[in-house]
Nanobody
Framework: QVQLVESGGGLVQAGDSLRLSCTASGRTGNIYRVGWFRQGPGKEREFVAGINWSGGGTRYEDSVKDRFTVTRENGKNTVNLQMNRLKPDDTAVYYC????????????WGQGTQVTVSS
């Protein structure tokens, strides 16, 4: 089993930066890819960014492409999401999730971390 724990959320002002971390434990050798998702108030959960566990293959949702960066820390079971120039629309609970092997589904999720951006 793999456990995922997000950290780094908080309350910031528009234009500020924040870094979220997703730390994996357990059978991390089975992880193929990690994604970041978010769910804002009254909204459906949406994909934000993804990265292969090896560190390549980054992808971003269009609205964050020029502001967010997803990275895998070398030698650590941690994937970070650096969020710059935050906007009130970025307010959401942010989740990381893992894909395993050939699965196309993210089937292991963290508990989420709240990000609130005030205007």
């Amino acid at each position: 089993q793999v456990q995922l724990v997000e950290s780094g959320g908080g309350l910031v002002q528009a234009g500020d930066s924040l870094r979220l971390s997703c730390t994996a434990s357990g059978r991390t050798g089975n992880i193929y890819r990690v994604g970041w998702f978010r769910q804002g108030p009254g909204k459906e959960r949406e994909f934000v960014a993804g990265i292969n566990w090896s560190g390549g293959g980054t992808r971003y949702e269009d609205s964050v492409k020029d502001r967010f960066t997803v990275t895998r820390e070398n030698g650590k079971n941690t994937v970070n999401l650096q969020m710059n120039r935050l906007k009130p629309d970025d307010t959401a609970v942010y989740y990381c999730a893992a894909r395993f092997g050939l699965s196309v589904d993210y089937n292991r999720w963290g508990q989420g971390t709240q990000v609130t951006v005030s205007s």
